[in-house]
T-cell receptor, first 112, second 111 residues
Framework: NAGVTQTPKFQVLKTGQSMTLQCAQD?????MYWYRQDPGMGLRLIYY???????DKGEVPNGYNVSRLNKREFSLRLESAAPSQTSVYFC???????????FGPGTRLTVL | QQQVKQSPQSLIVQKGGISIINCAYE??????FPWYQQFPGKGPALLIA?????SEKKEGRFTISFNKSAKQFSLHIMDSQPGDSATYFC??????????FGTGTSLTVIP
């Protein structure tokens, strides 16, 4: 089992460019999450998907869109990147209930 | 507005000592409180978690103490080891299955 995988690992964008961060899990989990991690801020939830076909906004959704393509995949799109979106992005998944949340290795994004 | 407040920001402990990290929250709808450990360049990994109907949970050298009336919970690492040097995050889950994280504590255990 690969667990939670994220691509790419690193990305540099110019202001205004768009890109999609990919996330996939092979644990048959229902719920998937996108977080951003910034120094001194901890992890903040961007979007959450309870199941295939559903998505909900988290704490910091502005400037992002998501797609729950199927049960395995949950992508995060930046339509017009801004320097404030420079961060490390983590995808996570969990079965539900009180079960553990598993995190991917992260994508380090720099917006110039 | 930070929904989960965590302290201290950094902590230095001698090998064999006790590391204590504290968190506080306001939202009484939170129903699950996990702690995560993160090493540089890696994603967070679940360390230990507690539900609010329990006042203490112990797993090996790691213990969560939970005070529901004070809306506070803490992580105690007994017999701290250099391999425990990492960043620790507390978190809380609301009834909508969304997680709110503290700002993290960088722990250094000196040999």
């Amino acid at each position: 089992n690969a667990g939670v995988t994220q691509t790419p690992k690193f990305q540099v964008l110019k202001t205004g460019q768009s890109m999609t961060l990919q996330c996939a899990q092979d644990m048959n989990h229902n719920s998937m999450y996108w977080y951003r991690q910034d120094p001194g801020m901890g992890l903040r939830l961007i979007y959450y998907s309870a199941s295939e076909g559903t998505t909900d906004k988290g704490e910091v959704p502005n400037g992002y869109n998501v797609s729950r393509l199927n049960k395995r995949e949950f992508s995060l799109r930046l339509e017009s990147a801004a320097p404030s979106q420079t961060s490390v992005y983590f995808c996570a998944s969990r079965w539900g209930g009180y079960n553990e949340q598993f995190f991917g290795p992260g994508t380090r994004l720099t917006v110039l | 507005q930070q929904q989960v407040k965590q302290s201290p920001q950094s902590l230095i402990v001698q090998k064999g000592g006790i590391s204590i990290i504290n968190c506080a929250y306001e939202n009484t709808a939170f129903d699950y409180f996990p702690w995560y450990q993160q090493f540089p360049g890696k994603g967070p990994a679940l360390l230990i978690a507690i539900r609010p109907d329990v006042s203490e949970k112990k797993e090996g050298r790691f213990t969560i103490s939970f005070n529901k009336s004070a809306k506070q919970f803490s992580l105690h690492i007994m017999d701290s080891q250099p391999g425990d040097s990492a960043t620790y995050f507390c978190a809380a889950r609301n009834t909508g299955n969304q997680f709110y994280f503290g700002t993290g504590t960088s722990l250094t255990v000196i040999p």
